[in-house]
Structures are given as C-alpha cells and as structure tokens.
C-alpha cells in the first residue's frame, strides 16, 4: 500500500515534469527529455495503461458495446452514442487524446534513456509498440514517426498503418535485443507494475504483442511470406508467448482514488455502494442466449445472475415495460458478472493468456506456425486459460462437447470457432479486440445490431478527435467512413 501512495502521489508530479519540460530544455535536444527517475516515470505510464484500457469510456468499454456484450438497465440513459453508432469527432475521442497526452508521453521518455537503463527503455519500446497498434486498430493512419516530440515537431505527420505496424515490429525485435545485452542495466524492481522487472516475462510480451500484429494481417492477401518470415524470428529468439494473464497493479487497494480503474467504473465504490455504471450496464438478451445454448459455465462468471435467473436486454430497446413492467431494472438483470468484477485490488488486465493461445491457434491453423502445440490444442488452452481466469470449472467438459463452435471438431469453420471463442473469453476484459477480430473476419457471425442504429453494421473505426482539426489540421487526413472504410487489414 506504501508502494502505491508513493507513486500515486508522484503521478502529478512526473506529469507536470514532463509538461513543463519545454520552458526548461532550451539548450536540450527535444528528443532527450530532462533528466527524470525511470522508477517514477515507468509505474506512472503502467497505470496510465490501465486506464486507457479500462477508465469508464476507454477502449475495453467500446468493445463491451460494439461487440454486443454490453446493454442498459432500465431506469437509465447511458449508452445514447453507442446504442446510435453515433461516430462523431468527439465519440471516444479520449482514447486518442490520453494515449498521446499521457500514456505514450512516459513511455517515450523511457524510451530515450542511454544503455545504463537500457531494461526500461526496452519496456518503453514495448509499452509504445501495444499503444501505437491499439491507436492503428481504432484509427488508421495516426501521427507515429514524428509524434512525441514536444516542442521538436508540434504537428506531426500522419503516417501509413500499415508502414506503422511494420515498424512496431522491428522496435519489438529491437527491444529484445537490447534486453539480451542489458546485463549490467539497472534492472526495475517493484516500481515496474507488470512483471516487477522479471526481463524474461518482457520478452515473452514483446513476442506476444508481435503475435497480436501478425496476426491481425494474416488475413490479408500478399502478407504470407512476409509474417512467416517474422513467425520464424519469435521462434529463433526462443523466448515464446506468455504463460500467464498479463495485467498492471502498482498496489490497487480499497481506499479512494486506488482502487482499481475498472473496479472503481463499475464495481463499488469504498464503502461498498455499486456505482451507477454498475447498475446501468447489463448483459444483452443476445450473448445470454449465445452462452445458454452452448451449455458454457462461464456464463455465471461473466454475468451475474438474479434471483429468477439470467435476464438480458436488446442494444437499444426503448420501451422497457413491454412485456413486464419493470422487468429490466438492475435487479433483475444480469449485471457484470464476479469473474470479470473481483475486488478493489484486481488487476488490470492489459493481454489475457486466454487471446495469446487463440492468436496462436489462428497462426497454426493458417499454416504461419508449424512448430509446437497443432491448433486444436492452442485452441482448447484458450477456452481453459478464460475459464481459469473467470473462476469457472468445466472446461474440458464444456470444449469436448460435439457442438458447432464449442468443439474443436465438431466446428465446421474452424477460423469461426477460434474468433468466436476468443470474443467469449474477452468478454469484459480487452473486448476491444474482439471488435478489431469483427472488422477483420465478419466474425462471431450473427451479431446483432442496436436498435437504435441506422445503419446495417456496427462501425469499423473511429473519427479523428476534434482537437486534431484545430492543432494539426493541416496532417489530419480527410477522414474515412467510419462503417465503410476499413483499418488496412480488414480490407
């Protein structure tokens, strides 16, 4: 808990720092930040992390009501823009904003550190790699070769996603090289909020977010060659993919302002009241019935049942007194579920081992793996790594069924069954993803759309934010249609 106080209050501190630092470095290269403590700077860009992935209306949120996981509670108007589709120039445009303010900020001051810390600027380079691929999956083209450079560069360029993605791997590849030669580096310690300095666990994350950008090509004609060639280089390296779920918690308590980002949205607040996004979010009818008709366990896990059994609502639905008045009010509902909710001091989840498996089912199944466990294997390791995490029992019973989508055998698409089981099992967790693996395979077929949209399909990206036309108008590309132009490997 002392850990936590101490770098919780140094988190503003670092902040103005680094704000600051342009009236202070006018004899400084603007790429070589004022000298700050790479162990204040690194918790401070993991917690960061945490909330751009899991502060209320950040990228996990998004993929909870884009994937048609997530509904309302009646007695409540909270989700009007999602319900609408209402893709604007300020829908969500924090995801953006913070990444670039904050998150991405510390980072890059690790990044620019010399060979004595030659650990932390692996992980910035890492860290930098899982952002600026989240800021592509949701935006496309984005400012990347001439971004966060303060002073140096105040309207970077916007460069192409795909030269971008390229890039991030090469800065993966490059962060593990400069762990393998860091021997005599400062090596982090509590002060690194995910593995707590643990180098080899780094490694094996550098090669599962390179995983995450491999295979989000793979279904892109002309790319074989190329992510085989990549493929080969994770298995050279020899490190792997991680072996457990990969989450930030720099001492998340019950004590105000540190609890954890997701508990404190929608679980309870420290006297134990459910917040207002507790009682508002629920379950869709639609994943209710999904998970009912595939006799899945976890579905007690991901939501939580009511007295007179699971209950969800329809994206949309207006009037919530037909057919029963009252029907659709929180208690009767299934809200958020125990195993997604589990307490102030949770982690927060950044990369589930659950998707590193089902990633690695695809790059098997694809024929871009053809070493280790064959793809039915990796395929039922994710269903048991999501049941593992949700505090569910019955996983071999449950994947051993002779069911479409369920069974790795019985799945006539084998594709389908990976994508749709992998959109269960981050479910509440990093469901944004699942939106990117929609926009990429038309995968979980059959989902439903809200009401209320007026449009055939959920979007495929994001409008750039506002602040962008009138800080760097003159980059900003002319912006895609948000339901029709796709991210450049979904096209």
């Known amino acids: 808990m002392k850990k936590f106080l101490k770098y919780a209050s140094l988190l503003s501190v670092v902040v103005l720092m680094a704000a600051c630092q342009d009236f202070l470095d006018v004899n400084e290269d603007p790429n070589n930040p004022v000298s700050v403590s790479p162990d204040l700077v690194l918790p401070t860009a993991q917690v960061y992390t945490a909330n751009v992935m899991h502060n209320n209306r950040y990228l996990n949120n998004l993929g909870n009501m884009m ?44 990044d620019q550190l010399d060979s004595t810390y030659s650990y932390y600027r692996a992980i910035g380079k890492i860290m930098k790699a899982y952002h600026f691929q989240l800021l592509v999956d949701c935006y496309g083209n984005i400012p990347y070769s001439e971004a966060l450079k303060r002073s140096g560069e105040a309207t970077p360029k916007y460069d192409d996603a795909k030269t971008i993605y390229e890039d991030l791997v090469v800065q993966l590849t490059d962060a593990i090289r400069l762990i393998n030669e860091g021997e005599n580096a400062k090596v982090p310690g509590a002060d690194d909020a995910i593995f707590g300095g643990d180098m080899s666990k780094w490694k094996k994350f550098a090669n599962s977010v390179k995983l995450r950008i491999l295979i989000r090509q793979s279904s892109m004609s002309g790319r074989e060659t ?101 029907a659709y009010v929180p208690e009767k509902v299934s809200n958020i579920g125990p195993g997604i909710l589990k307490g102030a001091n949770q982690n927060a989840i950044i990369y589930t081992l659950a998707e590193s498996y089902f990633n690695q089912a695809e790059a098997h199944f694809r024929g871009l793996i053809t070493t280790g466990d064959d793809a039915k294997t990796l ?27 369920v069974g790795w055998d019985a799945s006539a698409n084998k594709l389908q069954a990976i994508i749709t089981q992998k959109w269960i099992a ?33 979007p495929v990206r994001l409008f750039y934010p506002a602040g962008e036309y009138s800080s760097n108008g003159e980059n900003v590309p002319a912006q895609p249609n948000a339901f029709t132009e796709k991210i450049f490997w979904g096209k």
């Not at 009241?273 to 896990?301: Q, S, V, W």
């Not at 039922?380 to 069911?403: N, P, R």
């Not at 981050?426 to 395979?441: I, K, V």
């Open 67 to 110: 994937m048609y996981n997530w509904s309302q509670s009646d007695g409540y108007a909270w989700y009007p823009d999602e319900f609408k589709y209402n893709v604007t120039s300020s829908f969500y445009q924090q995801i953006f904003n913070y990444s670039y303010s904050n998150t991405l900020k510390m980072y890059h001051v690790l």
């Open 226 to 326: 190329y992510l085989k060639e990549q493929f080969n280089i994770i298995a050279s390296e020899g490190s792997g993919y991680i072996t457990a779920d990969v989450g930030v918690n720099p001492g998340y308590t019950n004590i105000e302002n540190q609890q954890n980002p997701f508990w404190d949205t929608f679980g309870k607040d420290v006297s134990g009241t459910e917040t207002m996004n507790n009682k508002a979010t629920c379950a869709t009818d639609y994943i209710l019935t999904f998970l009912t008709g595939t006799n899945d366990p976890r579905i007690d896990r991901i939501y939580e049942k009511p007295s007179d059994g699971h209950l969800g609502v329809p994206q949309g639905l207006l009037d919530y007194d037909t057919p029963v008045v009252d």
């Open 426 to 458: 981050l479910n509440g967790l990093t469901a944004e993803q699942s939106w990117f693996d929609y926009n990429r395979t038309g995968f979980p077929a059959g989902l439903p759309i809200s009401r209320l949209a007026s449009t055939n399909d959920r």
């Open 379 to 405: 395929y039922q390791k994710g269903i048991q790594a999501s049941f593992d995490y949700l505090g569910a029992t019955g996983a071999q019973a449950y994947y051993s069924q002779v069911k479409n989508l």
